[in-house]
C-alpha cells in the first residue's frame, strides 16, 4: 500500500464485521495504528488479531456516554493520541411507523445517531490536540432518498448525514475535518438482515442488486477505501462532503 494512513491513529466503531471490519483493515494497510472497537468484544480483538502489528480491539457500547469515553481514553493511552474517528457503528431495524414501537424507534436512532454524537464529542479534545483531526460517519443513500418501510434507519440517517455538516462547522477552526459517506447496498450482515425480513429474501436482493446501474452491491471494500481518502491527507481541504457511493444507484434508477 501507498502509506496514505502512516503514523496515524485511528478509531474504527462497528469494526467486528462488514464495513468497519473492511475500513480497519485497510487503514492499517495504509500504517494507521488502528483500535477496532464494536459492542462484541471477541470480534473487536479478533479484528485486530487479523490486522495485526500494535492494532488493538476494544468493547465498545457506542449509546453509551461512558464506554465511548473509557474506548476513547484506551485509545489515546495506548497510541499517545487520536487522529481519526470513524462512526460506523449501525443497526437497520424495518418498520413503518405504524410497525415500530417505541423501544425499536429509539435502539435505531441511539445506535445510529446519538453514538456519533457521544463518540465525537469524547474524541473532539484529542483531535484538538493534534491540531485537527477527521471525523467520519457511515450515513447511507437514505439518509436523502427515502426506503419503505424502513422509517427509523432513514431518519437516523438523514440525522447522521446533517450531524456531520454540524460538526465540519463548528470544528473548522480546530482544523477538525468532519465527512461521510453514503453508501448504496452494501454486501454485509446488516444488509442479509434487511433481505431475510423480507417476504421473498432471494427476490429482495436481486431487486437491490438490479437497482444499481453498475450490476452489483456494493462491498466493504468499496466504502473502505472512501474512507482511506476522506482520512488522509489527500484530503486536507474537505469538509462537511456526503460522498455518495452507490454505484449509480441514486443517479439512475432510484431517486434521480
Request: hydrophobic share 45%; charged share 20%.
Amino acid at each position: 500500500m501507498s502509506g496514505r494512513l502512516e503514523g496515524k491513529v485511528a478509531l474504527v466503531t462497528g469494526a467486528g464485521s462488514g464495513i468497519g471490519k473492511e475500513t480497519a483493515k485497510r487503514f492499517a494497510a495504509e500504517g494507521a495504528h488502528v483500535a477496532a472497537a464494536d459492542l462484541n468484544g471477541d470480534s473487536a480483538r479478533a479484528t485486530a488479531a487479523e490486522l495485526g502489528g500494535d492494532a488493538i480491539g476494544l468493547e465498545m457500547d457506542v449509546t453509551s456516554a461512558a464506554s465511548a469515553q473509557a474506548a476513547v481514553e484506551a485509545v489515546v493511552a495506548t497510541f499517545g493520541g487520536l487522529d481519526t474517528v470513524v462512526n460506523n457503528a449501525g443497526v437497520t431495524i424495518v418498520g413503518s411507523i405504524m410497525e415500530l414501537t417505541e423501544e425499536l424507534w429509539d435502539k435505531e436512532l441511539n445506535t445510529n445517531l446519538k453514538s456519533i454524537f457521544l463518540v465525537s464529542r469524547a474524541a473532539w479534545p484529542h483531535l484538538e490536540k493534534r491540531g485537527g483531526g477527521s471525523i467520519l460517519v457511515t450515513a447511507s443513500i437514505c439518509a436523502t432518498h427515502a426506503l419503505q418501510n424502513d422509517a427509523a434507519y432513514c431518519a437516523s440517517k438523514a440525522g447522521a448525514a446533517m450531524l456531520t455538516q454540524c460538526m465540519a462547522l463548528d470544528g473548522a477552526k480546530a482544523g477538525i475535518r468532519a465527512n461521510c459517506v453514503l453508501p448504496g447496498f452494501i454486501d454485509t450482515p446488516m444488509i442479509h438482515g434487511y433481505f431475510n425480513d423480507q417476504p421473498d429474501p432471494a427476490a429482495s436482493r436481486k431487486g437491490a442488486e438490479s437497482m444499481h446501474p453498475l450490476g452489483r452491491l456494493g462491498t466493504p471494500r468499496d466504502i473502505a477505501d472512501a474512507f482511506v481518502y476522506l482520512a488522509s491527507d489527500d484530503a486536507k481541504w474537505v469538509t462537511g462532503t456526503r460522498l455518495v457511493v452507490d454505484g449509480g444507484l441514486t443517479t439512475g434508477l432510484w431517486g434521480g
